[in-house]
């Protein structure tokens, strides 16, 4: 995709309300800087992947780019939060989590106990042989702010903007990745994970289910539990995957789907991997630990 392509999806996103209101050269500097921009280093995780003759196998995670917390205007290099940034911190959960399930980690707490030296690029070198890349649903953070999820989610009385989006720009991305990794002589096989907040993996997956890819989103159809579960707690409390705003939401986006059971069967059987704290949580739902919900 050509950078002025990018250009045109922050203006699309700006225009919406959903980024921050930063200087536009600033955000793209970040993004296309021709030493550490995200671009750069999204497209050398996906070469290191590609160019491993061992690899057989590539896991995508739709991610959503985490926001330029806690700095509200610039985005500062130390505030970026970026997944293949290997000077950014590696204990954020939308980091341990795909290295806890991909790399076999029980216990990242006593991984990093008994491997304190360990750099994150090492981490980054690891999940790239077992085919692991996250793909951002947006290639620019937006607000982490409700006022602004419900702005970039459906609302019927004014159609879906959010939908727009995702025909418009990131099917062109996705293709290209897709098209990027058939491309290759080694036969790769593809698997989709849902890896963003809950709202936005609900809709995603409305719009997704008549994708093209869709194929390629992994299915959980032999494992009886959902991303709605309930779990105890670190302080044992009861703990639901689910509230009414979000059983309101699903509600609202079905209510002229003709099939509402049928696109709660699709929930059920591509759960969004999310913990209580509403961190991405792999092992838990691949493993079937939480319950399966009902009452949708």
Sequence with gaps: MEQQKYIEIYE?????????NTPKEAVLNDYFNAEDGRLKMFN????KILNDSNCNEINI????????????KYPKKENRQYFYDSEHSLNTGYFKEP???FLGIKDWENERRQNPCKKKMQYLNELAKKGVLILDIFPFPVFQATDI??????????GSYFEVYLNTYFSERLKELIDKINYQPNNLSIKLYLFAPKITSIQFLYWFQNNCFYKYLTNFDDKVFSFSGKSKSKKDKEVSFINKSLEGFIREITQKN????????????????MNESGNPDFNKFVNGESKKYNNL
């Design 12 to 20: 699309f996103c700006l225009e919406q309300g959903w980024v921050h």
């Design 44 to 47: 050398e995780h996906v070469d």
């Design 61 to 72: 995670l739709i991610g959503e780019a985490p926001p330029y917390y806690p700095n509200a």
């Design 99 to 101: 290295c806890k399930h």
């Design 149 to 158: 999820r419900e702005k970039i989610n459906y609302n019927s009385n004014r």
């Design 258 to 273: 003709p099939d509402h059971d049928k696109f709660i069967k699709v929930i059920e059987n591509h759960p969004i991997f």
